[in-house]
C-alpha cells in the first residue's frame, strides 16, 4: 500500500508544482470551483497519509520514479488546463502562425482537415469572431485527437480566448474565455530630458497610455514646438498584472498633468451621466478646446504670424497666418466643429477652405492638393475631421499648409488659441465630479511610481507582454 501512496503523492506533487511555474496560466470561471476542490483534495491527502519519517520527493524508490513519468503529462500552458482521465486516445497539438494571405478555411485543409470539418470550424469561429480581422503574426492552436482534428483555439489578444470543439463526428461548438486580471493603479512621473515619448517610456509607461496622454494636450500645445528639457509630466493609470506581479495589460489613464512653458494644465477622465467619457480640469473644463492651434501633425512650422518679406513678392507685408511645411498629401484636420462656407480654387490661395464655427471664429486653410470627400459650401464638419491634403497650390514655394483663424473679421495668431477653453461640465454633474477628483486624489498619493532600468519594446505592452518593475518609493 505505500509505495501506492507515495507515487500518488508523487505525482500530484508534480502537478502542483508544474502549475504554479506557469505564469500565465488562467483557469476556467465555470470550472474554477471544481479545480480548487482538487487542489484542496490533494493537500488533504498528503497531509493524512504522510507518516513521520515518510521518504521526500527526491528520496522515493526508482519504481517510484517510473510509475511517475509513466503519468500522463498535463499542458498547463492552455486556458483549458484540467487534469486527463488517462484515457487511450492520443491527442497532438500543432502551432500554426498566420502569414500575408492566409485564412482560418485554406489553413486548416494546409494542416489535414478535411475541407467539410474546415467549413464547419469556420463558420462557428465567425459566430465570435470574425476571420477576416485575424491578424498576421497571430497563431492558432489545432489540437488533434487519433489524427482527427478536434479543437481549434485562437487568443486575439490577452483578454480573450476563443476556442472551436468538437462535440460529435460531425460537429464542432464555438466558446469565448475572457480572462479575469487583478487591476492596479500606478504613476509614471518624471521631467522632459529627451522626448515626452522616451523619457515616459524609459520609466514604463505603456504606447496606449502615452498616446492618451498625447491626445489630451494636441489641442493646446505643439508638441514639435512647445516642449522643453525640464517640463513635468505625470501619468496615472490602471495596470493588469499576472499572479506573479508582472504588469501585461494597460488600463485607462485617470489622472494627468503636464507643465509646458511652465504652466501646468491638470485633468481626471470623468464620465457623465449620458455615458460620455471625457478629461475635465479641476474647475470642470474639458481638455478638448474649441479650436485646433495646429491643424496638421507632424508640420514644422514655416512661417509665423505677423510682418515678414514675402517668400516670392518679395516686400513686406503682414502675414496673417501660420504656415506648416508637410509632405504633399498629408492629412489636414478641422480645427473645430462647424460649417463649410467655401471649398474651392481661390486666387493666390489655390484649393481653399474656409470652415464658420461659433462665438465669431472662422479658420481658413491654403495651398490644397485635394479636397476630402463630402467638404463642400454647406457642409457640416466636426472636429479633427480629415478636411483636405497638404499641397502647393496657387502662390507657394514647396508643400505646406498656411492656416488662418479669424475673430469677428479680425486676424488673430492661431498660437493663441491654447487659451481658448472648451465645453464645460454642466453644474448638476459638478459635485459627482469633485467627488472623483478626492477619489483620485486619495489613489494617487498610495500609488507607487513605475520605474524601468532598461528600455522596455516601444511596441504596445499589451500586445507584446512587456514587463515593468515597482519602485516602493514615498507616496507624492
Known amino acids: 500500500m505505500k509505495p501506492d501512496i507515495d507515487t500518488a503523492k508523487a505525482a500530484l506533487l508534480l502537478r502542483l508544482k508544474s502549475l504554479l511555474a506557469m505564469p500565465n496560466t488562467q483557469v476556467l470561471q465555470s470550472r474554477r470551483f471544481g479545480f480548487l476542490g482538487v487542489i484542496c483534495a490533494a493537500a488533504l491527502l498528503a497531509i493524512m497519509l504522510r507518516p513521520d519519517g515518510a521518504p521526500k520527493l527526491q528520496d522515493a524508490p526508482s519504481e517510484t520514479a517510473e510509475l511517475v513519468a509513466a503519468t500522463p503529462k498535463i499542458n498547463?500552458?492552455?486556458?483549458?488546463?484540467?487534469?486527463?482521465?488517462?484515457?487511450?486516445?492520443?491527442?497532438t497539438a500543432r502551432r500554426v502562425d498566420v502569414k500575408s494571405g492566409d485564412s482560418l478555411g485554406p489553413l486548416l485543409q494546409k494542416h489535414g482537415v478535411s475541407p467539410g470539418d474546415a467549413y464547419k470550424i469556420t463558420q462557428e469561429f465567425s459566430k465570435i469572431y470574425d476571420p477576416r480581422h485575424v491578424r498576421v503574426g497571430h497563431s492558432f492552436n489545432f489540437v488533434y485527437k487519433d489524427a482527427q482534428i478536434n479543437d481549434v483555439v485562437y487568443k486575439p489578444n490577452i483578454d480573450r480566448t476563443i476556442f472551436v470543439e468538437r462535440t460529435s463526428s460531425d460537429a464542432f461548438n464555438v466558446r469565448e474565455i475572457t480572462a479575469e486580471f487583478k487591476f492596479d493603479r500606478v504613476t509614471v512621473k518624471s521631467t522632459i530630458e529627451n522626448s515626452l515619448y522616451l523619457d515616459a517610456v524609459r520609466l514604463g509607461a505603456p504606447d496606449k497610455v502615452i498616446q492618451q496622454f498625447a491626445n489630451i494636450y494636441e489641442y493646446s500645445v505643439d508638441f514639435q514646438r512647445d516642449i522643453q528639457p525640464g517640463d513635468e509630466f505625470e501619468m496615472f493609470f490602471e495596470v493588469a498584472r499576472n499572479h506573479h506581479g508582472d504588469i501585461i495589460k494597460a488600463g485607462d489613464l485617470l489622472f494627468t498633468s503636464f507643465s509646458p512653458r511652465g504652466k501646468t494644465s491638470s485633468y481626471y477622465l470623468f464620465e457623465d451621466k449620458k455615458g460620455?467619457?471625457?478629461?475635465?480640469?479641476?474647475?470642470?473644463?474639458?481638455?478638448?478646446?474649441?479650436?485646433?492651434?495646429?491643424?496638421?501633425?507632424?508640420?514644422?512650422?514655416?512661417?509665423?504670424?505677423?510682418?515678414?518679406?514675402?517668400?516670392?513678392?518679395?516686400?513686406?507685408?503682414?502675414?496673417?497666418?501660420?504656415?506648416?511645411?508637410?509632405?504633399?498629401?498629408?492629412?489636414?484636420?478641422?480645427?473645430?466643429?462647424?460649417?463649410v462656407e467655401r471649398a474651392n480654387r481661390f486666387g493666390s490661395f489655390g484649393n481653399y477652405i474656409r470652415i464658420r464655427h461659433t462665438d465669431g471664429y472662422k479658420t481658413a486653410y491654403a495651398h490644397l492638393s485635394k479636397f476630402a470627400r463630402g467638404v463642400k459650401a454647406g457642409a457640416r464638419v466636426k472636429q479633427d475631421q480629415v478636411i483636405g491634403y497638404v499641397g502647393t497650390t496657387g502662390r507657394s514655394t514647396g508643400p505646406h499648409l498656411h492656416y488662418e483663424v479669424h475673430h469677428n473679421g479680425r486676424a488673430i495668431n492661431p498660437r493663441r488659441l491654447s487659451q481658448l477653453s472648451g465645453k464645460p461640465?454642466?453644474?448638476?454633474?459638478?459635485?459627482?465630479?469633485?467627488?472623483?477628483?478626492?477619489?483620485?486624489?486619495?489613489?494617487?498619493?498610495?500609488?507607487?511610481?513605475?520605474?524601468?532600468?532598461?528600455?522596455?519594446?516601444?511596441?504596445?505592452?499589451?500586445?507584446?507582454?512587456?514587463?515593468?518593475?515597482?519602485?516602493?518609493t514615498a507616496p507624492h
Open 425 to 472: 461640465l454642466a453644474k448638476s454633474q459638478f459635485p459627482a465630479f469633485k467627488g472623483l477628483q478626492a477619489k483620485i486624489d486619495k489613489q494617487r498619493a498610495a500609488a507607487p511610481v513605475l520605474t524601468q532600468t532598461s528600455p522596455p519594446n516601444t511596441s504596445s505592452l499589451a500586445a507584446s507582454g512587456t514587463t515593468a518593475t515597482l519602485s516602493q
Open 276 to 339: 460620455h467619457e471625457n478629461f475635465y480640469d479641476a474647475e470642470g473644463k474639458t481638455a478638448k478646446r474649441k479650436l485646433r492651434a495646429t491643424p496638421v501633425n507632424g508640420a514644422r512650422l514655416s512661417g509665423r504670424f505677423g510682418k515678414r518679406k514675402h517668400p516670392i513678392l518679395g516686400y513686406v507685408r503682414t502675414h496673417k497666418g501660420v504656415d506648416f511645411a508637410a509632405p504633399r498629401g498629408t492629412p489636414i484636420l478641422a480645427a473645430g466643429s462647424g460649417t
Open 76 to 91: 498547463l500552458s492552455h486556458d483549458h488546463a484540467y487534469l486527463e482521465d488517462g484515457s487511450t486516445e492520443r491527442f
